[in-house]
């Protein structure tokens, strides 16, 4: 046997170590990818997640509202009313009442934190009345009865794609893209915490 041919018959053994080893890196790259949710399920986050935002857009107008009108933040009698109707509503569509409850409660509670933080804000600056304040029966209940049924039939979704794999993981990070950050990104965990109770990470 020529030298050059023993030569290439020794390197075998150790272009074969290599190529495993690529192989085994190329593997464990695989296996590391966190999962997917299908892409219909993606929407779904995505559809959710951006009527959230519009939910909390709604949240300045009723602020500059009741710094105008001097009236409470809190409203407990009227919440705990709209409480009760989206939780006969949600059970009517197949949507798991306590969960509807839970969800919109925060997203009260949401609503809320900006609302304080901005009439805090309004309040060190000395802000004088708004010269055009938004009327809250004309110019905020027909968004949030728009929003209402619409965030209803988005929790329908949420509740059927709650243990999909990778589900939650995704929510989180397209929330930092589609839901705003206002005041740290506070009220946006607070609105989002029902959803990611209930889906896998």
């Not at 010269?131 to 209803?152: E, S």
Request: glycine share 4%; hydrophobic share 40%.
């Amino acid at each position: 046997m020529r030298r050059h041919e023993t030569r290439n018959l020794a390197s075998l053994p150790l272009l074969h170590a290599v190529v495993m080893a690529m192989l085994l890196l190329f593997l464990a790259g695989c296996q590391t990818q966190p999962p997917e949710p299908p892409d219909e399920d993606k929407l779904a986050i995505d559809r959710m997640l951006q009527l959230i935002d519009e939910r909390l857009e709604v949240a300045p107008i009723v602020a500059q509202s009741k710094w105008n009108s001097g009236a409470a933040i809190e409203a407990p009698e009227r919440e705990a009313q709209i409480l009760d109707q989206v939780a006969k509503e949600a059970g009517e569509t197949g949507v798991d009442e306590a969960f509807a409850r839970e969800f919109f409660d925060r997203q009260f509670s949401a609503g809320k934190q900006i609302q304080r933080r901005l009439h805090h804000q309004w309040l060190q600056e000395g802000r004088p009345p708004f010269a055009d304040p938004p009327d809250l029966a004309t110019d905020v209940r027909p968004v949030l009865d728009r929003l209402t049924p619409q965030l209803i039939d988005s929790l329908a979704d949420m509740q059927r794609i709650a243990q999909v794999e990778g589900a939650g993981r995704y929510l989180r990070e397209r929330a930092i893209v589609l839901v705003q950050d206002d005041f740290d990104g506070e009220p946006r965990t607070v609105a989002l915490q029902p959803l990611l109770d209930r889906m896998e990470p």
